[in-house]
């Protein structure tokens, strides 16, 4: 559907399918570096980055859980841990109390109910504390490879803005999601999209002049639409070459852009 087409006529389900399907392509050609952005050899490593994932950045993540995973290797380990010892290593990551005594919590869970191994079940998964839907996703997806859309901030603002659901609630926008886009893609479709709300999507001004997605977004114009002020907002190492997909001169993508803090 074009921006005329989305004025003129309600879409239909089918057209709304098929658009969702090109926009998918779209991210996919956008962002082929998408992946999951927090560190991790396993899944127990995933779980403890994902729960230390809250109110802060994946790098700010990434920068203490090799420290944290050398010191305890194993759930029992961490359930184990010395509270103080533990609370030093996560400070950087904020709420560095709530999130030792999760991390405690969960090790503490995974030993005794599962063995000492995480559970490959989404039921079993949300059953651990600190685990909620989204974090299962990531769990599921990224370490177990069963296909999972992890429903965060980014996701629901650009489903929104893509108009491919008025839903607020992140399970029903899952459940519309799981509709749209093809199952075998649902972890990969997730981090690009994410990629995508944090690279040129943004919640306050996004790079609508520099997206390549605009031709199909009922969005476009929310941002600035001119090329110069749109490759000002890109962000990321490849914010030039996003640019320049998207039909602009990469010049325009200053240095800062690119060495651009993370997003949370
Ligand atoms: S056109 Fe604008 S609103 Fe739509 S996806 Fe691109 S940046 Fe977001």
């Not at 290593?89 to 999130?99: D, N, Q």
């Not at 490879?145 to 629901?156: A, E, I, N, S």
């Not at 491919?164 to 690009?192: C, G, Q, Y």
Request: with cysteine.
């Amino acid at each position: 559907m074009t921006r005329t087409q989305a004025a003129a006529a309600p879409e239909t389900a089918l057209g709304l399918k098929r658009r969702a399907r090109r926009m998918a392509r779209a991210l996919a050609e956008a962002h082929p570096d998408a992946h999951c952005e927090l560190d991790h050899k396993d899944a127990l490593q995933l779980t403890v980055a994902t729960v230390l994932s809250a109110q802060t950045t994946d790098k700010k993540v990434n920068e203490v859980t090799p420290i944290l995973f050398a010191r305890y290797p194993t759930a029992a380990d961490l359930a184990g841990a010395d509270r103080e010892e533990m609370e030093a290593i996560l400070k950087p990551t904020g709420f560095f109390r709530a999130k030792t005594a999760s991390v405690m919590k969960l090790g503490q869970a995974i030993v005794e109910r599962f063995g000492g191994e995480v559970p490959r079940t989404m039921a079993e998964l949300v059953s651990l504390p600190g685990v909620g839907r989204k974090t299962a996703n990531v769990i599921l997806g990224n370490a177990f490879g069963v296909p999972g859309l992890t429903v965060d901030t980014h996701f629901q603002r650009l489903v929104q803005r893509f108009r491919w659901t008025a839903e607020t609630d992140p399970v029903k926008i899952e459940n519309v999601v799981a509709e749209l886009v093809e199952k075998r893609d649902w972890t990969m479709f997730s981090h690009r999209i994410i990629f995508h709300g944090r690279r040129v999507c943004h919640a306050k001004k996004p790079a609508c002049g520099a997206c390549t997605l605009a031709r199909l977004c009922p969005s476009y114009g929310l941002g600035p639409t001119e090329a110069a002020p749109a490759a000002k907002l890109l962000k990321g190492p490849r914010a030039r070459d996003l640019a320049a997909a998207a039909g602009v001169d990469p010049d325009l993508v200053p240095a800062a852009a690119v060495a651009a803090p993370d997003v949370p």
